[in-house]
Nanobody, 125 residues
Framework: QVQLVESGGGLVQAGGSLRLSCAAS????????MGWFRQAPGKEREFVAA????????NYADSVKGRFTISRDNAKNTVYLQMNSLKPEDTAVYYC??????????????????WGQGTQVTVSS
């Protein structure tokens, strides 16, 4: 089992920044690729970003590329999502997820096996 707990969400004005954190516990964290997803009201969950198990490789959705940065600290069993230049359309519940060992930065949610409870991000215009 892997337990994931997100934090850092909140209310911010458009153009502002937030940094989300996802703390992992349980089974070994470092062999797993990690991802961030989000779900806005009335919309399907969508991929935001992913990072390889060592942190050397990352992948982003086109909608956040250049504004968001995913990173990880394996010594702290934590993955981060730095969000800059936030827009109202970034408003959503953000979830972190871990992939099974050996899976390389999947972008489909069904390829992740553990999920956090989510943290709300609201961007006002």
């Amino acid at each position: 089992q892997v337990q994931l707990v997100e934090s850092g969400g909140g209310l911010v004005q458009a153009g502002g920044s937030l940094r989300l954190s996802c703390a992992a516990s349980g089974r070994t964290f470092s062999p797993r690729a990690m991802g961030w997803f989000r779900q806005a009201p009335g919309k399907e969950r969508e991929f935001v970003a992913a990072i390889s198990r060592g942190g050397a490789s990352t992948n982003y959705a086109d909608s956040v590329k250049g504004r968001f940065t995913i990173s990880r600290d394996n010594a702290k069993n934590t993955v981060y999502l730095q969000m800059n230049s936030l827009k109202p359309e970034d408003t959503a519940v953000y979830y972190c997820a871990s992939a099974p060992p050996g899976m390389y930065m999947p972008i489909l949610g069904i390829n992740y096996d553990y999920w956090g409870q989510g943290t709300q991000v609201t961007v006002s215009s």
